[in-house]
């Protein structure tokens, strides 16, 4: 009886080992995705901060199912307006960050996550500033 116990105590320990692992493990994920996302927008050139501002993060499961964003992202506003007026949406960039990094909260081991954008003209900006240049390390996690 007394190996039974024993053999009892080990199976907790480890499950609890297994346990604070996966957290841990999770956090070092929810960190190093927040700085691929802030490098992104810090790299990100800002005129009237549209582009930056709509970065979105898109959390699939192990079964590939969504289980936070969208398969396509929205933009906000929907298009973006004939503006000559710098920083219209800079105030966008915080609020959507804090609104991205929130469905971190639902990451968990084996999950895949996707920053994405559905500027139109994304592309051409990323391509003519150099926006992963430097920051390419990040995306190889």
Do not use: W
């Amino acid at each position: 009886m007394a190996g039974l116990i024993g053999i009892n105590i080990i199976n907790v320990t480890v499950t609890r080992a297994i346990m604070n692992a996966e957290v841990e493990l999770i956090q070092v994920l929810r960190t190093i995705i927040e700085d691929a996302y802030d490098a992104i927008i810090n790299a990100s050139p800002i005129f009237t901060g549209y582009y930056a501002s709509n970065h979105r993060i898109t959390i699939r499961g192990e079964n590939r199912s969504i289980k936070a964003g969208s398969s396509t992202p929205k933009l906000f506003p929907s298009s973006k307006p004939r503006v000559t007026t710098e920083n219209i949406y800079f105030a966008n960039i915080s609020s959507a960050r804090s609104e991205e990094l929130a469905k971190l909260n639902d990451l968990e081991v084996g999950d895949t996550v996707m920053i994405s954008t559905a500027v139109p003209y994304a592309e051409e900006i990323e391509q003519n500033h150099s926006v992963y240049t430097g920051i390419e390390h990040l995306f190889r996690v």
